[in-house]
């Protein structure tokens, strides 16, 4: 199945305003792709952080993140 044709097709049976609203959905969803970088070109990298600094990130990331300072 060609995901265009598809589109087209649920777009067609949609009114105008809905229409425009899948119209905004798809300008914000090309606003947030983001080009990156290619794991081959980062292994160069690989081994540059220190372990001591490894850890420290570590620690950081378990004590602070996925929680709500209310």
Not at 25 to 40: D, M, N, P
């Amino acid at each position: 199945m060609d995901v265009k044709v598809e589109i087209i097709k649920q777009l067609e049976v949609l009114p105008y305003d809905r229409q425009c609203r899948v119209l905004d959905f798809t300008r914000t969803l090309v606003k947030t792709v983001q080009a990156g970088s290619s794991g081959s070109q980062l292994l160069r990298f690989a081994g540059t952080i220190r372990a001591d600094d490894l850890q420290v990130m570590e620690r950081a990331i378990e004590d602070y993140c996925e929680r709500i300072d209310i």
